[in-house]
């Protein structure tokens, strides 16, 4: 099974951005995606998991094995914390996207795998570091059960052991069969 995009644009009033990306991920794979800040990758990454913004229209083909998407196959674990609901404690936000796919949610559990304690699970938002929150997008992504996951730069906030549990977490994912993009910034250094 495979994840293919072809020439895939991304437009705003002001133009693309980005602008005839291709890539190919099979199924069990980690393909990561590297860029300068501002490059467009966090829009790639919302792109092929259908969440752009009402404001941009997308070109280019994403199938998988040739098929169009199933926007349920696959799962966005975006970079921005304001992608959680500020009133739902960490419970209830991981278990309404896994009932929404169909699926019951091991929150605890799933919170222990990237390195958070039981606790977490009571918390809102705002009582979540950078890096936690980091993680609870992670672990609510993968609550959707979905055969792909686009983690969208998921170690920037984490502390490194916890960065360390994260991408052991995605690598375990992609022994198990399921598809991984990972999308991480680039710095240029002048």
């Known amino acids: 099974m495979s994840l293919k ?3 895939l644009s ?6 693309p951005v980005p602008e005839g990306a291709s890539l ?3 199924f069990g794979e980690i393909v990561g995606l590297t860029g300068n800040s501002g490059a467009g990758k966090s ?3 919302k792109a092929l998991a259908g969440a752009l913004p009402p404001n941009a229209t997308r070109t280019g083909k994403i199938t998988i094995d040739g098929a169009p998407v199933d926007p349920r196959r696959i799962a966005l674990a975006p970079q921005r914390l304001d992608a959680l609901d500020l009133l739902a404690q960490v419970s209830r936000q991981n278990q309404r996207f896994a009932r929404l796919a169909g699926r019951s949610a091991n929150v605890s559990g799933a919170l222990a795998g990237v390195g958070l304690p039981a606790e977490t699970t009571r918390l809102y938002p705002h009582e979540l570091s950078g890096g936690m929150a980091r993680c609870v997008l992670l672990v609510t992504a993968l609550a959707t059960g979905a055969d792909w996951i686009v983690a969208d730069e998921p170690t920037v906030g984490p502390d490194e052991a916890t960065a360390g549990r994260i991408l052991s977490l995605l690598a375990d994912l992609s022994i198990g069969g399921r598809g991984v993009n990972f999308f991480r910034m680039t710095l240029s250094v002048w």
């Not at 991304?10 to 133009?15: C, E, I, K, S």
Request: aromatic share 6%; no cysteine.
């Open 5 to 7: 995009v072809e020439d």
């Open 10 to 15: 991304v437009r705003f009033l002001t133009g």
């Open 24 to 26: 190919s991920v099979q």
């Open 43 to 45: 829009l790639v990454a």
